[in-house]
């Protein structure tokens, strides 16, 4: 009786949704005439929100079906060049990580050109920043549309810090790391207190600290300057891992997953988007967690984009997909079940937004924390082999938390990777 009245309550819940939804997008999930059967890939990694507003565009266009194709973050952005470049293969749409987006953005003859469709009728509901992210170079060609930004916070388990005599309410937790230095005192007292690890692992540290840097992997000019904002971000993880915080769980895998279950950890730096994460893999520890300030303050931490590959056959019934998907109605819907956090300032300052409280995370309000923190986010420089670095710098953490290389070592070898690839 209890499933069936839970699953009830989701068909009500579900189908309310689905009417506000294409009510509020303005025509853009209207039946469709019949034009024959209509098939869309989508290829994308994480939580989207696609699987919950997949049936409520299919409903609205029965003539379209919807292909989910979930993988994992790395793969999908070399298999979609490999598809570029083979001339066949890729997708309908294809979601595009801001990391990798420089690149993708100067192969713009390669996707249809967004503008050509009327997305500049779009221009200025984006952050000025994501916008341009998208754009070629000569700024003549559009290639995608953004889903979400990466305002960030710090996600804690309220039980753990209390099991280890800290503070648990999130003000007073948030006050005890203004700098990421206090945040790493705090880890060896946790440390000391439960003889448990206090993060999940080093890369989910450097990548907030480097995103509050003035500078990343590159400058203005598009230069490389490891020596500035990466090496800050990594001389800073390494303390962390020396001190004998990091669980040494790599993201995504399933060690990390199952440290959500199990409590291998007891902080992790949460941009909006690993609300969704979390909640999928940890169910049971609803209510267990909260949400503070980060240390150092703001930054940016991902963010995505739907793309158009010009090989698809279908582009016109894609570009119309990514339109609702992109849609403020969507963005405010997606928000509220993966925690993704929309990238237009206006949706930011809605109520949909601001007054949203999230029970799983202790009714805190992601809403306000989030969009708060999106509101003063400044553009950073990235380069056109970001996605290739990052990967680079995430495996030289890796080498020091495995006990492989030393910390001065698999930076050296880190800077020879980064040579190879730039």
């Given at each position: 009786m209890k499933r069936s009245w839970t699953r009830a309550v989701r068909a009500v819940a579900s189908a309310a949704a689905a009417l506000t939804i294409v009510a509020a997008c303005g025509g853009e999930a209207q039946p469709s005439a019949p034009t024959g059967p209509v098939t869309i890939s989508i290829n994308f990694w994480g939580n989207f929100?696609?699987?919950?507003?997949?049936?409520i565009y299919e409903a609205a266009h029965p003539n379209v079906t919807i292909v989910l194709n979930s993988g994992e973050y790395n793969a999908q952005h070399e298999l979609l060049q490999q598809k570029l470049v083979a001339g066949s293969g890729a997708p309908t749409i294809a979601a595009i990580d801001e990391g990798f987006m420089n690149s993708f953005r100067r192969q713009a003859d390669k996707f249809v050109n967004l503008l050509d469709k009327g997305a500049a009728d779009f221009k200025d509901k984006y952050f000025g920043w994501k916008w341009e992210q998208s754009?070629?170079?000569?700024?003549k060609v559009q290639i995608g549309l953004g889903t979400d930004v990466g305002g960030q916070a710090m996600c804690y388990r309220t039980d753990l810090f209390k099991a280890a005599g800290l503070p648990t309410d999130r003000a007073g937790v948030s006050a005890l790391w203004p700098s990421w230095d206090q945040f790493i005192e705090v880890g060896k007292q946790y440390v000391a207190k439960t003889k448990k690890k206090?993060?999940?692992n080093g890369t989910n540290l450097f990548n907030p600290i480097l995103a509050q840097q003035s500078v990343g992997f590159y400058d203005q000019s598009e230069a490389l300057k490891m020596d500035g904002g990466?090496?800050?971000a990594f001389d800073l993880t390494i303390k962390a891992i020396e001190a004998g915080l990091s669980?040494?769980?790599p993201s995504f895998s399933a060690g990390w997953d199952q440290g959500f279950v199990k409590g291998d950890f007891a902080v992790l730096a949460c941009p909006a988007w690993m609300l969704g994460h979390i909640k999928d893999v940890a169910p049971g520890t609803s209510g267990k967690w909260d949400i503070?300030?980060?240390?150092?303050g703001g930054g940016n931490w991902g963010g995505s984009f739907l793309t158009v590959p010009?090989?698809?056959s279908h582009t016109k019934e894609a570009y119309d997909l990514v339109k609702f998907l992109t849609s403020p109605a969507s963005e405010a819907y997606i928000f509220k079940q993966t925690g993704n956090l929309p990238s237009q300032p206006a949706l930011l300052k809605s109520k949909a937004v601001l007054g949203f409280k999230n029970p799983f995370f202790s009714n805190a309000p992601v809403g306000k924390i989030f969009g708060t923190s999106a509101m003063s986010l400044k553009k950073q420089i990235l380069g056109p082999h970001q996605g290739d670095i990052q990967t680079a710098v995430s495996n030289a953490i890796q080498r020091v938390e495995q006990h492989k290389q030393s910390p001065a070592s698999s930076w050296k070898q880190f800077l020879k990777d980064v040579k190879a690839v730039a």
């Open positions: 929100g696609f699987t919950e507003l997949k049936p754009l070629s170079p000569d700024g206090f993060v999940d990466p090496k800050v669980a040494n769980l503070a300030a980060i240390p150092g010009k090989q698809g």
